[in-house]
């Protein structure tokens, strides 16, 4: 199976200068595929072919992009006259466009930053490996090397913990650190509903964001967390996937760990009663999209006080990013010819890439030809804390290639 990486590089580069570098109400799907649009151009445009550098070196996009410093690694799956200059190939995975991050680390010391990463599975994310259907083994994100190629991995890792490990490889690198402060997890197919909670919706207007006690309150008889066994009997059938991501998730919350705080989103109280009591790693925020109502249910607020959760709001999409979204980004990049992705948005995708890309600038033929699932996108955001300006912003998503 072949696989692709997409990235924004650093948004806040492209942004106006006139604009201040503050957080907007931009939906993150909107944000997501435009950078991804603007930064596929400006690869094009700057990124030279690596015939015209010296050997052992990358060109890059100013305040850089990709993972590898030295020429692309052969790969006989891949014939050289498939892969445009400004992408980069690596054991069976594309690298749209190619990463450099000689030059994207924050300008000053990482405690002067809060760095929050929302990492969001999607619809098509693989939860089981074919060869190891039964597979959920965390080995492979105990530790985060540099970025590696999804199929790289640990063989025995199972698809959610390989996802975790790509993400936050990338994100590290990009930043040039070794910790995150916040990482939100986003399950597909969940979405806030005020409704869902039993209590009327009372509660004063939230100014996001809302912030129970970050500090946990005192239990009267703490619990320890409930063994192996314990869980088989209080199985969840609507939790034992998410209980599954989130047990990948665990190993990197650690006194000096990779992740300061693990967080959920679109979890309504009556979800949370359900899950927390089954995880070793209790979540510390909840992170909900309150979209036609200006106030959050009581009974949330009531809980996530009791269990010291705390309340942030978004205006993210749970599906960040279709599948048809995909081909039709790469089409107009010139690099999608393949077939696989359906009907009438493949014609006009085609169109797309013919007016940008002219002819696939050598992809015809078909490295990308196939059905293009997404798996994860993962967003980041460096904020200077005494500030509260953004200094850093990007994305970076997964997909495979099948067929």
């Known amino acids: 199976m072949k696989h692709l990486i997409l990235s924004t590089s650093n948004i806040m580069n492209t942004a106006p200068s006139i604009l201040p570098r503050r957080p907007t109400f931009e939906k993150s799907n909107t944000e997501f595929t435009n950078s991804l649009r603007s930064h596929?151009?400006?690869?094009?445009?700057?990124?030279?072919?690596?015939?015209?550098?010296?050997?052992?070196?990358?060109?890059?996009?100013?305040?850089?992009?990709?993972?590898s410093t030295s020429p692309a690694t052969p790969d006989s799956t891949i014939p050289s006259k498939d892969l445009p200059p400004w992408t980069h190939v690596e054991n069976s995975t594309l690298y749209i466009p190619r990463l450099d991050f000689t030059h994207t680390g924050l300008a000053e010391e990482r405690e002067q930053y809060d760095i929050t990463v929302k990492l969001f599975f999607l619809p098509t994310t693989r939860t089981t490996s074919p060869s190891s259907p039964n597979t959920t083994s965390?080995?492979?994100?105990?530790?985060?090397?540099?970025?590696?190629?999804?199929?790289?991995?640990?063989?025995?890792?199972?698809?959610?913990?390989?996802?975790?490990?790509?993400?936050?490889?990338?994100v590290l690198s990009s930043l040039h650190v070794s910790s995150i402060d916040?990482?939100?997890?986003?399950?597909?197919?969940?979405?806030?509903?005020?409704?869902?909670?039993?209590?009327?919706?009372?509660?004063?207007?939230?100014?996001?964001?809302?912030s129970a006690p970050q500090t946990q309150p005192p239990h009267p008889t703490p619990q320890s967390p409930p063994s192996p066994s314990h869980l088989e009997d209080l199985e969840d059938p609507d939790l034992t996937p998410l209980l599954k991501i989130w047990s990948a998730l665990?190993?990197?919350?650690?006194?000096?760990?990779?992740?300061?705080?693990?967080?959920?989103?679109?979890?309504?109280?009556?979800?949370?009663?359900?899950?927390?009591p089954k995880t070793k790693v209790r979540p510390s925020v909840d992170q909900i999209n309150v979209r036609?109502?200006?106030?959050?249910?009581?009974?949330?607020?009531?809980?996530?006080?009791?269990?010291?959760?705390?309340?942030?709001?978004?205006?993210?999409?749970t599906d960040v990013l279709p599948t048809g979204t995909v081909r039709e980004l790469l089409r107009g990049a010139g690099l999608c010819v393949g077939e696989g992705g359906g009907g009438k948005e493949e014609e006009v995708g085609k169109e797309d890439g013919e007016e940008e890309g002219g002819k696939g600038?050598?992809?015809?033929?078909?490295?990308?030809?196939?059905?293009?699932?997404?798996?994860?996108?993962?967003?980041?955001?460096?904020?200077?804390?005494?500030?509260?300006?953004?200094?850093?912003?990007?994305y970076f998503a997964g997909a495979d290639v099948e067929g």
């Open 138 to 170: 965390n080995a492979s994100i105990n530790s985060l090397p540099n970025p590696p190629s999804p199929s790289s991995q640990n063989q025995n890792a199972s698809p959610p913990a390989s996802h975790i490990h790509s993400a936050l490889s990338l």
């Open 40 to 67: 596929f151009k400006l690869a094009q445009s700057t990124l030279t072919p690596p015939s015209s550098s010296k050997e052992g070196s990358s060109s890059a996009i100013p305040n850089g992009t990709s993972i």
């Open 182 to 210: 916040l990482l939100i997890i986003s399950f597909p197919g969940i979405s806030f509903d005020a409704d869902d909670d039993s209590s009327p919706p009372t509660s004063p207007p939230l100014s996001p964001p809302i």
């Open 292 to 317: 036609d109502c200006c106030v959050v249910p009581r009974e949330l607020i009531q809980y996530a006080k009791r269990e010291g959760v705390e309340l942030l709001t978004h205006n993210d999409c």
């Open 250 to 276: 665990e190993p990197l919350h650690t006194p000096h760990g990779t992740v300061k705080q693990l967080g959920l989103a679109e979890f309504g109280s009556e979800r949370l009663r359900r899950f927390i």
């Open 361 to 394: 600038e050598g992809m015809e033929g078909g490295w990308l030809r196939g059905e293009i699932l997404p798996q994860w996108v993962v967003k980041y955001t460096a904020v200077v804390r005494d500030r509260g300006v953004i200094e850093s912003k990007g």
